[in-house]
């Protein structure tokens, strides 16, 4: 399973009258930590954790405090000191040698700290924010579009301090090509939680058989392609179908859509080409093109130039400093 936040909440939902459950959530952090403020995990009363607040190292310790938070329906408080020697994360042997502060809040039939109309959002990718009372056992949910801070910031009101968490759905890409090196493309996505549409309308690609992990598999290249990536709240595309016609007709249809990015596989002179096939000048392009797509990591299989793309998509959709340089991918 995944550690994205929306796969954890479907396993709260579809779980949450089985047993008792408690929300884990790092409001604040001081110095080097692996997770910031923001970062949540969902624990039931077998055991079971559902994503990480650490690297793995203080998670048995977290699971131990969710047992009396279950106990007493109380938030739980927690502070690991990776500089501490009297600390238990020091004692762990944590490697961030931070400070991380920790609060395990219960959820009940009648108080969910409203992660169902969170879940609920996320399952139509909407974005929003994410409010808790910091010591408390109070939250909830509000709706609202923005795609700047990812991660969580402390309100102070009148009646305390209040995490505020900003949602954003896991990334969904749109994948113009179904041959051999696609599948990679697919299969990491899925695997980092991402959503995955792949399109191709020639009958021996983009076979479900061999794409088993791809969210939708469509057949048709046309004017509905930009109503799906409304609707569908796609946030980039690669085209990678190795025909310049198909990669020009998509890019033709795509220029009129809401995507925030675009990869296209191949050597820049092959960009070129498929501009000039679409009769498309490259300023007028509502978007910003990574041609050739993806971060320069010295790969040449396609499990190489797959991670590669999705880095430079990652690097696109979240703003984080990387390596300029572009996978010089060829055809």
């Known amino acids: 399973m995944s550690n994205q936040l929306s796969a954890m909440l479907r396993v709260w939902q579809e779980n949450k009258t ?20 923001g970062a949540m995990m969902l ?28 106990v ?19 004692r762990l042997g944590v490697g961030c040698g931070g400070k991380v502060f920790i609060m395990l809040q219960p959820l009940d039939h009648a108080n969910d700290l409203g992660l169902s109309d969170l879940c609920d959002a996320l399952m139509v990718r909407q974005s929003g924010l994410y409010f ?64 995955t549409t792949l399109v191709d309308p020639r009958p021996a690609n983009a076979r479900p ?27 980039t595309a690669i085209l990678m179908s190795h025909s310049i016609d198909i990669d020009a007709k998509a890019l033709q249809i795509l220029k009129s859509s809401q995507l925030r990015h675009v990869s296209m596989l191949g050597p820049r002179h092959r960009f070129v080409d498929v501009l000039e096939r679409a009769e498309i000048a490259e300023p007028a392009l509502p978007f910003p093109v990574a041609s050739p797509a993806g971060i320069d990591i010295g790969g040449q299989l396609p499990e190489s130039i797959a991670l590669s793309m999705l880095s430079g998509i990652h ?13 010089q991918a060829a055809e």
Request: glycine content about 10%; overall charge negative.
């Open 43 to 70: 624990i039931n009363g077998n055991g079971q954790q559902f994503g990480l607040l650490s690297g793995g190292c203080l998670e048995a310790d977290i699971i131990r405090n969710a047992r009396r938070a279950m």
């Open 209 to 235: 058989e061999h794409f088993p992990k791809a969210g939708t598999i469509l057949r048709q290249i046309d004017t509905t392609l930009v109503d799906y990536v409304a609707q569908h709240r796609v946030d």
């Open 315 to 327: 690097v696109a959709l979240y703003k984080l400093d990387a390596a300029p340089a572009l996978a």
């Open 72 to 90: 007493t329906n109380k938030t739980v408080m927690l502070v690991y000191d990776g500089n501490d020697e009297d600390d238990l994360s020091f």
């Open 132 to 195: 808790q009372k910091v010591g408390d056992t109070r939250g909830y949910f509000k709706r609202a579009d923005h795609t700047g801070q990812r991660t969580g910031y402390i309100e102070n009101r009148s009646d305390g301090d209040w995490l505020v968490t900003p949602i954003v759905p896991e990334p969904h890409i749109l994948i113009v090509g179904g041959g051999l090196d696609a599948r990679p493309v697919v299969s990491i996505a899925h695997e980092m939680g991402w959503k």
């Open 18 to 37: 089985d047993t008792e459950w408690v929300l884990g959530t790092v409001y604040r952090t001081e110095g080097s930590a692996y997770r910031k403020a």
